[in-house]
T-cell receptor, first 113, second 111 residues
């Protein structure tokens, strides 16, 4: 069975600083990996996804993530955080042929001015 | 496209009452699902459907029923509401490329 761990419950950064949110997964084969963002009072929106190929994937809003098979990780990064990036971020893992993705518990990003 | 829509946005129920949360999508997705979101618990899967007439249980199905008579609609029924069902409920549909599209959520309070 697949699983996802987001080790950080909260992350606080200053506006303009760089950001890295951690995601570790457990799955026997090559997974499908996703990052979603949830702004306060909203549903989840897909930021980016990895299926295969280039291990560095670009997403919306200036985010990117890197798949590292050796570390079973899919960390989300942004070079310069904006106050509007304050939100909850969820990592998810899926598998080919499986209808059920597994979500991490989320990381809450707080941005200080 | 409206994407995934949910109604109502907010609901307050008394213990023992029943209600149906509505979910509809206009993307012709076969897979749809219901999640509940509670503080510190992330998203937990309640029920899902892989097509009209086919549903299955997720991680936390007790107290909830679903049916899928059309591709577009996937309602979630609370049979006898309990305070433990106070939560935010999200409906989602999944494309053939595995990414999920979420509705805006229904915030339910059971008193």
């Amino acid at each position: 069975a697949q699983s996802v761990t987001q080790p950080d419950i909260h992350i606080t950064v200053s506006e303009g600083a760089s950001l890295e949110l951690r995601c570790n997964y457990s799955y026997g084969a090559t997974p499908y990996l996703f990052w979603y963002v949830q702004s306060p009072g909203q549903g989840l929106q897909l930021l980016l996804k990895y299926f295969s190929g280039d291990t560095l994937v670009q997403g919306i809003k200036g985010f990117e993530a890197e798949f590292k098979r050796s570390q079973s990780s899919f960390n989300l990064r942004k070079p310069s955080v904006h106050w509007s990036d304050a939100a909850e971020y969820f990592c998810a893992v899926g598998a080919m042929g499986s209808y059920i993705p597994t979500f991490g518990r989320g990381t809450s990003l707080i941005v200080h001015p | 496209n409206a994407g995934v829509t949910q109604t109502p946005k907010f609901q307050v129920l008394k213990t023992g009452q029943s209600m149906t949360l509505q979910c509809a999508q206009d993307m012709n997705h076969e897979y749809m699902s219901w999640y509940r979101q509670d503080p510190g618990m992330g998203l937990r899967l309640i029920h899902y459907s892989v097509g009209a007439g086919i549903t299955d249980q997720g991680e936390v199905p007790n107290g909830y029923n679903v049916s899928r008579s059309t591709t577009e609609d996937f309602p979630l029924r609370l049979l006898s509401a309990a305070p433990s069902q106070t939560s935010v409920y999200f409906c989602a549909s999944k494309s053939f490329t595995y990414e999920q599209y979420f509705g805006p959520g229904t915030r339910l309070t059971v008193t």
